[in-house]
């Protein structure tokens, strides 16, 4: 019903920035929550940033580094991600919590898009 894509991985150098989109299609109303996590093979995914009732939280790692910003007019959604440090190396992904058209709410992910930060 909702799909979600993301674009703007790739490999960077530390210090360096990148910019991550997220594009969401399908039978969308409005959006309840929308984020961005990682996950470093091994280990948990871990939540980056999301925005939730028009506010922004961010994981105390990224906090003063990392923006997320949406376009709602496009269903669209934003990761900023500046000064990056190699251990933000990982595979991000979006997620978001959509109110259908047709009514009910359905919480999707996108397919993840690799970060690699060198040193």
């Known amino acids: 019903q909702v799909q979600l894509v993301e674009t703007g991985g790739g490999l960077v150098q530390a210090g360096g920035s990148l910019r991550l989109s997220c594009a969401a299609s399908g039978s969308i109303f409005s959006f309840k929550y929308q984020g961005w996590y990682r996950q470093v093979s091994g280990k948990q995914r871990e939540m980056v940033a999301y925005i939730s009732g028009g506010i922004a939280n961010y994981a105390d790692s990224v906090k003063g580094r990392f923006t997320i910003s949406a376009n709602n007019r496009e269903n669209t959604w934003y990761l900023q991600m500046n000064s990056l440090e190699p251990e933000d190396t990982a595979v991000y992904f979006c997620?978001?919590?959509?109110?259908?058209?047709?009514?009910?709410?359905?919480?999707?992910w996108g397919q993840g898009t690799q970060v690699t930060v060198s040193s």
């Open positions: 997620n978001a919590d959509v109110t259908l058209i047709a009514g009910g709410n359905f919480r999707t």
